[in-house]
């Protein structure tokens, strides 16, 4: 059973908008956030966001067009991405951590769990 499952990607012209949702099942996280993967390039994160006290974090290359934000009773996560570019093309993954303590929200290790990622592709 996958804990996490992300929903909302597509294609979108350059400008637009898009609202991916990952949806967490089965337990209780303590920080949730997103990743992103483009081709050839590694995994970056994108924004977290704390589950206890609603702390946001944010790359930079996305402050001010993105917005993470959660649902306590639906246990989900969303970012709203506006403005997107062509650069924002990659493959978006959701993640999760099961456990407490003290971490680096923007360290893909920190995290353990992971969504099975979805497509966003924004067209110039």
């Known amino acids: 059973q996958v804990p996490l499952v992300e929903s909302g990607g597509g294609l979108v012209q350059a400008g637009g908008s898009l609202r991916l949702s990952c949806a967490a099942s089965?337990?209780?996280?303590?920080?949730m956030g997103w990743f992103r993967q483009a081709p050839g390039k590694e995994r970056e994160f994108v924004a977290a966001i704390s589950w206890s006290d609603g702390s946001i974090y944010y790359a930079d290359s996305v402050k001010g067009r993105f917005t993470i934000s959660r649902d306590n009773a639906k246990k989900t996560v969303y970012l709203q991405m506006n403005s997107l570019k062509p650069e924002d093309t990659a493959v978006y993954y959701c993640a999760a951590r099961g456990y407490s303590g003290h971490m680096y929200y923007t360290d893909s290790d920190q995290y353990n769990y992971w969504g099975r990622g979805t497509q966003v592709t924004v067209s110039s």
């Open positions: 089965g337990r209780t996280f303590y920080a």
